[in-house]
């Protein structure tokens, strides 16, 4: 990564920041869906399966701890997180990365006034690679064009930034679809309704983008006025060419997708006391609904949810909200063997076992 000012790297256009993202071509940092083309993420979806499949003996699993087990990797996440720490947590004990972690800034020296950005430098004098949640937009980023300046540039992985970019979440998204959707000609053409709080949910924001490269895809976007998507994000869709619709029409959505993209009111940004029991969510899928969607829809869902789906809905074959849980921790697997470089040994080791 070329040094430069922060003002200089944050001017630069997406095409600017993936050569310095990923200089040699593959993801070096995973910082931004934009940062991902269509080659990579066929090549993830590719790595994860036959990571996967690797693993079902024990044989497997060995090789695969022995890949990076020289190697260790600091989780730094400043807000909170159930299945994108643990999956990751997993994932580098299913590679053999020696995890650390700071889940509470309280217990580290920024309670004594250190920044953030002293913090974490400090993780990349120990660790080889950061993977790091943080409160404030852009801030993995930042640490990555920080780290280029000094004389340890370890790999950044966000695992979850501001209200702006949840990148590796849209990455294990797409790897659902592309299961959900293998019998019928991949995510090419499908239409993905994404529904909740898409003003503030990254999630929506790092996955709309990553859908982008699917040829004949559209978006719909169920939110009231105040939730709806932002402006940024339309003038991408307007600027790649991408069909979408806003609406609250959530009944007629439902039945008209391929996949119902489900996510929370994100109210740790409102200002003032949180609402007590129910958290105003405008619309809930129910049982109801079920009888609504097509018979080879699916409904996802990046969880944690409240009340936005019904536990009901849980054992309809279409709901992969668990499934999803389940890809995040191999999609985060395959992601760290492509930044360390290993996908050709799994390639080998998987051509071995398939012969
Ligand atoms: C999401 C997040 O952190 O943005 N959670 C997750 O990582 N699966 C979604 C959310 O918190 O609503």
């Given at each position: 990564m070329s040094a430069g000012s922060w003002a200089a790297f944050q001017a630069m256009g997406p095409e600017e920041k993936r050569a310095v993202f990923q200089?040699?071509?593959?993801?070096f940092h995973a910082l931004i869906a934009e940062q991902f083309d269509r080659a990579f993420l066929d090549r993830l979806c590719e790595l994860t399966t036959r990571a996967r499949r690797i693993a079902k003996t024990r044989g497997g699993r060995l090789f695969l701890q022995d890949l990076l087990c020289d190697r260790r990797a600091m989780l730094y996440f400043a807000q909170p997180s159930t299945r994108t720490f643990l999956s990751f947590y997993a994932a580098c004990q299913i590679v053999g990365l020696h995890p650390a972690e700071v889940r509470d800034t309280s217990t580290s020296s920024e309670l004594k006034g250190e920044s953030p950005e002293d913090s974490v430098r400090t993780f990349s004098s120990y660790f080889d690679l950061i993977i790091m949640r943080h409160p404030v937009g852009g801030f993995a980023e930042r640490i990555a064009w920080l780290l280029s300046n000094t004389d340890r540039v370890v790999p950044v992985i966000n695992a979850g930034s501001g209200k702006d970019q949840h990148p590796t979440q849209a990455l294990l998204d797409i790897y659902t679809l592309q299961r959900s959707f293998e019998a019928r000609g991949?995510?090419?053409g499908k239409r993905i309704v994404f529904v909740g709080d898409l003003a503030r949910g990254r999630t929506v924001r790092s996955l709309a983008r990553l859908l982008m490269?699917?040829?004949?895809v559209s978006q719909c976007f169920v939110a009231p006025e105040s939730l709806q998507i932002g402006s940024d994000l339309t003038a991408a869709l307007d600027a790649a060419g991408v069909p979408y619709t806003c609406t609250t029409d959530f009944d007629r959505a439902v039945s008209e997708a391929d996949a119902v993209y489900m996510t929370r009111i994100?109210?740790?940004?409102?200002?003032?006391p949180k609402r007590a029991g129910g958290d105003g969510h405008p619309f809930h899928f129910t049982e109801r609904h079920l009888d609504l969607l097509r018979p080879e829809a699916v409904v996802l869902h990046p969880?944690?949810?409240?009340?936005?789906?019904?536990?009901?809905?849980?054992?309809?074959?279409?709901?992969v909200y668990w499934r999803q849980v389940r890809n995040g921790m191999w999609v985060r697997v395959a992601l760290i063997l492509s930044i360390f470089e290993k996908d050709a040994e799994v390639d080998r080791y998987h051509a071995d076992l398939v012969r």
């Open positions: 200089p040699g071509g593959r993801p991949g995510i090419e490269l699917y040829p004949g994100q109210d740790e940004w409102d200002a003032g969880l944690p949810r409240r009340d936005e789906i019904a536990p009901e809905v849980d054992a309809d074959p279409r709901a």
